[in-house]
């Protein structure tokens, strides 16, 4: 079955960097685009970026960009997710997600697995 298993989530100070990973299995993972979601306390899940099968395009929320980088190795079967310039509003669970289609990237209804998520904590 397809498995999908984020780590590098720490408690970190505003201002630092991190980078996640997620690494896929149970599926053939350059045949699907990759998405990073994340979800704070009392939020909803929202869309962090997203980079496509062959990694050429890539798509940041308004939020993150300029201090995020999507990234994907397919011969490693993972996809990355550099965070820079960290701010306490970054805080929440990230979660990747895989999906075939190349439409609607940022609606989690289009991406039909996901991982477990892993902790980002920024503190002040």
């Known amino acids: 079955q397809v498995q999908l298993v984020e780590s590098g989530g720490v408690l970190v100070q505003a201002g630092g960097s991190l980078r996640l990973s997620c690494a896929a299995s149970?599926?053939?993972?350059?045949?699907?685009?990759m998405a990073w979601f994340r979800e704070a306390p009392g939020k909803e899940r929202e869309f962090v970026a997203r980079i496509s099968w062959n990694g050429i395009n890539t798509v940041h929320a308004d939020s993150v960009k300029g201090r995020f980088t999507i990234s994907r190795d397919n011969a490693k079967s993972t996809v990355y997710l550099q965070m820079n310039s960290l701010k306490p509003e970054d805080t929440a669970v990230y979660y990747c997600?895989?999906?075939?289609?190349?439409?609607?990237?940022?609606?989690?209804?289009?991406?039909?697995?996901w991982g477990q998520g892993t902790q980002v904590t920024v503190s002040s």
């Open positions: 149970g599926l053939t993972f350059s045949n699907y685009h």
């Open positions: 997600a895989a999906s075939s289609s190349g439409y609607s990237v940022y609606d989690r209804s289009t991406y039909p697995y």
